[in-house]
Every structure is written in structure tokens, then in C-alpha cells.
């Protein structure tokens, strides 16, 4: 990247007022010195202080008994930012946070889940509650389908070892694409205020039921014989990686949100009203209409893509003979921001026959001179601003595990091997069977393509 001199200036007066203290987690005579150290520099007495835990999760509880213990501004603000994984399971995440609300205060824990930080994951709320036009259709009886998506088309890279552990559920379902999904359900608002907002993220999740494994396809990349450098090289070829894992690298599960906006499965009643009398029909045999929530995210894909994108259902009624596809709100997180939204129109001339095309905000060509901050830039900046919106809060948090911890406990007992795909490809065929079992349509008539790209 290049940096300009007004950069450059602004770097060197920001390292230079950096300084560094080594010292040991679990030590308390470090922490000493750390305060020791802190109050030190200019204003150090007066100043707030923001604790950044990027570190194993094993040493979270010494590190912040220590902080709390020796390192506290008596005039400032503290605030500590935690970084997950946030345990490993409903009970130790319990366990974590009982240990943190010993020590601080709600507001003053920063729960980062740097997707909270995403532009388009940020825009969400504004897309859907400042604008008109989604409010009557976000509901199950226009959307058939949500799906929500994270592809990497890389391994773990040397970072096996710590990926074993946890696996792709931990890394990235349970947190980031559970949070989107949250976005994507939630009611609106009482207002824009942090805990507004969380209140309503967390209302979603109670309203999800656990996992089941019926709706789950686990995979685990192999290498491709024919494929170049890393791509020759699968999930167990790791040398980090223990034999044999069972760690999955690819999942796909379907959750379902049981409210009145998504949830169609109950029995519909039908009332009918006539002169004399009020019939009730039972209807045992009306088809479920609950929205399946998709989320499907793995490693060593075919691209690298985080997306969502609600599928609305067939048009009632259709006169084009079938020649209509569904229409698709795409919200592109990376790489690429963009909002598009799949739609049929005439073919363009002497034809009257529809076809597809997109109605398309790419941000490239809309907002050419804006830079985008990275996620954590701006996550950072909310703390320093004590704006906990883009957070997790404690609760949001023990509803997240309790969906998936039954699963995760399963597999653990298990250790049923995963699918095996190839690296590079598009994960095990058994998750697009699953998806179109719930009620995805794929056309594979349409590939978006960036419209604006000059290239
Ligand atoms: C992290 C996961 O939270 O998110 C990684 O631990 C993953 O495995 C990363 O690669 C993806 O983040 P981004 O911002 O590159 O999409």
C-alpha cells in the first residue's frame, strides 16, 4: 500500500507514542508494572484506559483478574475489549462471562465480533428500517428463503493447529454469521440506542431452536491432486492438524426464527364467517411456510464471498409460462460491497418475453471516492466513543451457544469423519441438496457480474 507523506507523518507521531512492557499473564507483579508504567505517561492518573484481549482464550480469566486487580485508571474510563472465541460451549462461555461481570460492569466489556464491524453488515439496519419499500415483503409470506454465506477459497494456512479446536461452526457460524442473521430477523427497534438494538437481536434468538443434525452437512476439504501449491494439500496433510480429525472445515445447517414474521409451520386455522355460524377449518395439510434460515460458510472454496440474500417466492399467478425466476435481494459483504436486487424485466426491443437482470448499487461506482474503514477501525472507534450497538452483549451471546452447543456436543461424542470435498470446489454436494430440500431454488441462469468493472 502506498502511504502519502501526510501518512507517513501522522504514523511516525502515532509509533511514537507507543511504548511496550513484557511481563507474564498469570504474574501480578507484571500487572504492577504495567500500572506502574501507565501512570507514567503525560496525564497517565487521568487518563482512560482501554484493555485489548487478543490472546488465548486459556489465560483470559488471570489476564483480566490482573487488570482489574492492578490496573484500574481511579479517574478515567476502563473499558476491555475481548476478542473470541468467547468459550468453547454454552456452559464455558458461561463460565467466562460469570468471571468477567465479577470484575466489570456490562458497558464496560467490548464482545468484538469484528462482522458487526462490515459496512454492509452495518447497513443492514438502514436498508431495512429506512426504506419503505422492504418493510411489507421481510416476512414469511413473500421470503422463501434467507441464505447467509462465508467462502474462503484458502485452508487454514498454518493455523490448523488452532482451527482443530474449534472448527468451522466455532469460527465463524456461531458468531459472524449468526449476528447476521440476527440483523436479518430482528423486529425494529425501539431506536438506533445499543441496547435498543441488542434487545431486539436477542428477542431473535430465543426464538431459535437448537440445531438439528438432520439440518447440518459437515464437510472437510482434500487436497486437488490436479490443483497447484496449497490447493495440492488437504485439511489432514496440516501437520499441525491431528490425525484423523473429525474437525469440519465446511458447514451448512438450516435455523428456523419460531415468530409470527418467519414461522408458518403452525396448523393455519381458517375462520369462516356466514350468516349463522363461525366454521372453523382446520387446515392439517396446508404446506409449512416457515422461512429456513441457511448459513453455510467453509474454507478452501471456490472464491472468496460473504453475502446474504433473501429469496422471495414465486410470483401467484404467473402468465410467462414459467420463464419467471425468483427474485433475490443480494447483500454482498465482501469482497466488492454491493446491493443488488434480482428482478425480471421485458427483454429490451420488439420482444415482450421477461428476463432477468439486477437493479444494482455497487458501491465501486457509486461511492468511487469513499474509503470504507477495515471492520476493526471503526469497532475500535465505538469504544473509545462508549457506543456498545456493534457489541455482544452477554445475553446475545449464551442464546448463540445454547443453538449450537447440542450439535457441536454430538459431533464431539461422535466424531462422525466429515464429507470430503475438494479443495477449491464448491464444499460437498450434500449441503445444495439440503438447500434445495428447504426450498432454494437455483436457476443457474444468472451470475451476477460487477456491472461498473472497467476491467
Ligand atoms: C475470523 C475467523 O473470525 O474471520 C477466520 O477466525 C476467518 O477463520 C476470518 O478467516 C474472516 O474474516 P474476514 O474479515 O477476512 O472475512
Known sequence: MKITDEESDCLDAFFSKNSYISGRYDDSNSFNKLHVHLSSLPDGGEANRLFY???????YQSVTTNISAHCISHKGWNRVIVEKPFGRDLQSSQELSSHLSSLFKEDQIYR????????????????????????????????????????EPFGTQGRGGYFD???????????????????????????????????EKVKVLKCVAPVSGSDVVLGQYVGDLRGEGQARFGYLDDPTVPDGSCTPTFATAVLYVQNERWDGENNSLIFCFTY???????????????????????????????????????VPGDIFGGRCQRNELV????????????????????????????????????????????????????????????????????????????LLHKMEQEKTPPIAYTY???????????????GFHYGGTYKWVQPHSTI
Open 424 to 438: 477449491g470446489s464448491r464444499g460437498p454436494t450434500e449441503a445444495d441438496d439440503l438447500m434445495r430440500r428447504v
Open 276 to 314: 349463522r355460524e363461525v366454521r372453523i377449518f382446520d387446515f392439517n395439510t396446508c404446506s409449512s411456510i416457515r422461512v429456513p434460515f441457511i448459513l453455510r460458510c467453509g474454507k478452501a472454496l471456490n472464491e472468496r464471498k460473504a453475502e446474504l440474500r433473501l429469496q422471495f417466492t414465486d
Open 112 to 151: 468484538i465480533d469484528h462482522y458487526l464491524g462490515k459496512e454492509m453488515v452495518q447497513n443492514l439496519m438502514v436498508l431495512r428500517f429506512g426504506n419503505r419499500i422492504f418493510g411489507p415483503i421481510w416476512n414469511r409470506n413473500s421470503v422463501s428463503c434467507v441464505v447467509l454465506t462465508f467462502k
Open 53 to 59: 484481549l487478543a490472546l488465548p482464550p486459556t489465560v
Open 331 to 406: 447483500v454482498r459483504v465482501q469482497p466488492d460491497e454491493a446491493i443488488y436486487l434480482k428482478m425480471m424485466t421485458k427483454r429490451p426491443g420488439v420482444y415482450f418475453s421477461p428476463e432477468e437482470t439486477e437493479l444494482d448499487l455497487t458501491y465501486k461506482s457509486r461511492y468511487k471516492n469513499v474509503k470504507l474503514p477495515d471492520a476493526y477501525e471503526r469497532l475500535i472507534l465505538d469504544v473509545f466513543s462508549g457506543n456498545q450497538m456493534h457489541f455482544v452483549r452477554s445475553d446475545e451471546l449464551r442464546e448463540a451457544w445454547r443453538i449450537f452447543t447440542p
Open 165 to 199: 479446536d474449534f472448527g468451522i461452526i466455532r469460527d465463524v457460524m456461531q458468531n459472524h454469521l449468526l449476528q447476521i442473521l440476527c440483523l436479518v430477523a430482528m423486529e425494529t427497534p425501539a431506536s438506533t440506542n445499543s441496547n435498543d438494538v441488542r434487545d
